[in-house]
């Protein structure tokens, strides 16, 4: 059983290197923000109160999060273990998630402001099926159109210059803390999270002690590929 945490600044490429990890060692990946969104565009309950919080860029409060995590966590499909992605985020969420739960790896992508700014400015959703993209790494066939389902691609709702300003400087003050209470217990590995997403995969796996990822076989001429190269992106983060 594995469980770790891995936390990054938006734009960082923590939901794809979390996809990867859980794919390949079956662990569940669990991501506060996919749950948050998945229940704004099904318009619930719990989507009304946070949507113009998340559009804000802004933190949802503590209370309704730690439900969110703890239900999730409840839900004890994890046999072989999870990765959660997006939490915590401040110095209140890591003490809950001590308490709660105990945990083999923190793993940080760290990014230079600049580069997360350059990527989030570029990454696109599907408004038809929800499918990532990224215009810098994986750019659909038909410009603005979903390579899947012929959608129109639009920006995250809060991927915008003033929404991007307040979740750096939150990150900066809040999440911050938060790796210092982890590396107190030696829990964090830090990666450089700028190279190409299979290197950064590699660099993680190498710190936490865990075999290599076998490498995807290059796609062969003719078959269709994904639109995001070997797996679909999932850049929440
Ligand atoms: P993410 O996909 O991780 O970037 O999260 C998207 C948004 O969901 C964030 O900007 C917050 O509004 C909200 N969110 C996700 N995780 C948390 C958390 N641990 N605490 C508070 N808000 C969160």
């Keep these: 059983m594995r469980k770790y945490v891995i936390m990054g600044v938006q734009g960082s490429g923590k939901g794809t290197q979390a996809a990867m ?4 060692l079956e662990l569940v990946h669990i991501s506060v923000g996919e749950i948050f969104r998945l229940n704004v565009q099904q318009h619930t309950k719990l989507g009304a109160q946070v949507r113009r919080t998340m559009a804000a860029g802004e933190l949802v409060g503590d209370d309704l ?3 969110i995590v703890k239900a999730r966590l409840a839900e004890h499909d994890w046999n072989f273990g999870f990765i959660i992605d997006g939490f915590p985020r401040n110095e209140r969420q890591a003490e809950f998630f001590l308490e709660s739960y105990d945990i ?3 793993i940080h992508l760290d990014m230079p402001d600049s580069e997360v700014r350059r990527r989030v400015l570029a990454r696109r959703l599907c408004s038809g099926c929800g499918m990532d993209y990224n215009l810098l790494a994986s750019s659909p066939q038909v410009a603005g159109k979903c390579d899947v389902c012929g959608g129109e691609l639009i920006p995250r709702e809060d991927d915008t210059e003033e929404a991007l300003a ?3 400087r939150d990150y900066h003050q809040k999440t911050n803390p938060v790796l210092d209470i982890f590396r107190r217990k030696e829990y964090v ?3 450089d999270a700028r190279p190409d997403r299979e290197i950064v995969q ?5 710190k936490l002690g865990l ?7 290059p796609a062969q001429a003719g078959l269709p590929d994904g639109p995001a190269g070997t797996l679909p992106s999932r850049p929440g983060g």
Excluded: K, S
């Design 21 to 24: 990890l859980a794919e390949d």
């Design 65 to 67: 999060v730690e439900g």
């Design 104 to 106: 083999d790896g923190v």
């Design 166 to 168: 307040v979740r750096l």
């Design 189 to 191: 590995v830090t990666v």
């Design 202 to 206: 590699q660099a993680i796996r190498g």
């Design 211 to 217: 075999p290599p990822r076998a490498m995807p076989v």
